[in-house]
């Protein structure tokens, strides 16, 4: 079975850094296309980027744009997310997800349980 | 790079049927059929519960159905359990090719 599992969150000061990972179980990881998504504590959930299965795309929500950057080693079976200037408005729980497997594969279609950075001196 | 927009809140009784909408423009829930919807109870991951606009991914009840009119995407969910109360958002891909969420839906089965 499809597993996301996701690790790096802590606690971390204002404009600091954090590489956060997803290790990916139970599927074809350099098959399929990959997203950050994050949810700050009592609220919705928010896009944070995509790459694609083979790293020629990446992109990302103009909130993260130059300070975020998302990653993959397939040979690993890993996702990255490397957070630098870290914000107190990035605290959040962060979800890695995977595409989907049929129609437009766009969409979220297996999620990790999530992993919680809080930025705060 | 704006939410899509959901109500707060809907409510239904057990057997009823509710209806949660989701707004958003020309450059996304009107560009393309790739709305999405997810479900979310508390303290755990989102969950698909409808992809491309209408289709349920395997395992997932008959009961959820979703459709799309212009730039107003739209989930039903038909007789109401009390399961089924949970926070629901919506998902668009959109012209940059990057993806939005709707600012969610607390469903309160009363």
């Known amino acids: 079975q499809v597993q996301l599992v996701e690790s790096g969150g802590g606690v971390v000061q204002p404009g600091r850094s954090l590489r956060l990972s997803c290790a990916a179980s139970?599927?074809?990881?350099?098959?399929?296309?990959m997203h950050w998504v994050r949810q700050a504590p009592g609220k919705g959930l928010e896009w944070v980027a995509v790459?694609?299965?083979?790293?020629?795309?990446?992109h990302y929500a103009d909130s993260v744009k130059g300070r975020f950057t998302i990653s993959r080693d397939n040979s690993k079976n890993t996702l990255y997310l490397q957070m630098d200037s870290l914000r107190a408005e990035d605290t959040a729980v962060y979800y890695c997800?995977?595409?989907?497997?049929?129609?437009?594969?766009?969409?979220?279609?297996?999620w990790g349980q999530g992993t919680l950075v809080t930025v705060s001196s | 790079q704006s939410a899509l927009t959901q109500p707060a809140s809907v409510s239904g009784s057990p057997g009823q049927s509710i209806t949660i909408s989701c707004a958003g423009t020309g450059s996304d829930v009107g560009a393309y059929n790739y709305v999405s919807w997810y479900q979310q109870h508390p303290g755990k991951a989102p969950k698909l519960i409808i992809y491309d606009v209408s289709n349920r991914p395997s395992g997932i009840s008959n009961r959820f159905s979703g459709s799309k009119s212009g730039n107003t995407a739209s989930l039903t969910i038909s007789g109401l359990q009390a399961e089924d109360e949970a926070d629901y958002y919506c998902s668009s891909y959109t012209t940059g090719s990057t993806r939005l969420f709707g600012g969610g839906t607390k469903l309160t089965v009363l």
């Open positions: 997800a995977r595409w989907g497997d049929s129609g437009s594969y766009v969409y979220f279609h297996y």
């Open positions: 139970g599927f074809t990881f350099s098959s399929y296309g």
């Open positions: 790459i694609s299965f083979d790293e020629t795309n990446e």
